[in-house]
C-alpha cells in the first residue's frame, strides 16, 4: 500500500493542496500498519509551477494540471517537471501495490488513471465515486475548474468533444465507456447527463442508492465494470461524496450524501473483490470550515481508506496473532 500525492492551487478556492497532510496527520499510517499493511508513503507530487497560466477554451489552470498529471517532459516539450503523477502511480502499481494517492483537487485523476492503465497487467475498470459526474468537456463546463472535466478527457467515447490544444496533446483517453461506473451523484449538470446518456456510462446517483440500497449499488457497479472478474479496479473517491454533515470540508459540498456508514461497506465490498488497485481520495479542503469540521472531515477519508485496504468493522485479529494470552497460572 503506497501514498502520494499533493498539488496547488487548481481551483477557487484555496486550501485543497494541504488535504493530504490532514489525512496523514490522522494517525492512518499507523492504523495500516496494525492492519499487517506495509507502508511506504511516496511523498508529494509537487511540480513547479507554471505562472501565468492563462485560460484556454475557459479551461482554467490546464497547463499546470497537464504538466503535473502527465509525462510532461516527452509529450509537452516541458522540462521543470521531473516526476509527474502518471509515473508515479506507475511506478507504485508496478511494484505490485495498492496505491493510495491523496488529493488534492480531483484533477489528478487524470494522471492516477492513466499511470493504472499504464502500469496494470488487466483493464481497469473505474469506480467514481462523488457528488458529481465530473465529466463536462472544456466546451461543456460552466466554470471552466478542470476537476469537474477528468472523467471527459479519460473517456474514449468523448475524444472528439475536445477542442484541439495547439502544440499540446490530450491526456490519453484510456478508459472506455463500459469501465466507468457513478455511485453518489446529485449535483449533475444538464450536459453532463447527456454525456452520461451518449456513452452508456452507468451511473447509481443517490436516487438509485435510496431506491435499492447501498448493498445492490455496490454488487452491481461492481459487476458492471468488472464483470467476469479480470479486470484490475480503480477507486477514484471524492469526498463530496459523503454527506456534508460528515464531511463538511470539501469545495463543492452537496447536501443529501452518502452516509459514513454506507461508503465503509462500499469500501469493504469493494476490497473483498481482491482486485482494487488503486485509490484516489480527493478533495478534502481542511481550510474550508473549522478546526474540527477539519478534523472530522479527514477521519471520514481515513476511515473509507481504511476500509478499502482490508479495515472491517467487525474487527481484524491482529497480524500472525492466534491465540489469546494465556493465564500466568497455565
Ligand atoms: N471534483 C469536483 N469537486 N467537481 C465539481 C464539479 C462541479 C461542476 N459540475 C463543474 O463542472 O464545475
Ligand atoms: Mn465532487
Ligand atoms: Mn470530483
Redesign the pocket.
Known sequence: MRTICRESALQPKLGVETGPAAIRETGIFKALAQLGRDVRDYGDVRPDLIDPDPPLHGMRNWRNIHSYNLKASHRYGIDNVDITLADRVKQVIEDGKLCVTLGG??SIALGTVYGHVLASKKSVGVIWV?A???I?TPLS???G?V???SLSFLCEELEDYHPPIPSWEWPDPCLTADRIVFIGLR?V?PL?RLAIDKTGVKAYSMHEVEQLGIREVARRAIEDINPNGDRAIHVSF?I?AIDPVVAPC???PVPGGLSLREGEYLMEVIHETGALEALDM??VNPLLGSGEEAEKTAQAAELLILAACGRYRGGNVPLGVTDLPLSRNS
Do not use: I
Request: no cysteine.
Open positions: 483537487d480531483h462523488d458529481h459526474a465530473d463536462n463546463s460552466l466554470s475548474n476537476h469537474g472535466m449535483d449538470d453532463e471524492d463530496d470539501t469545495g463543492t480527493v478533495e
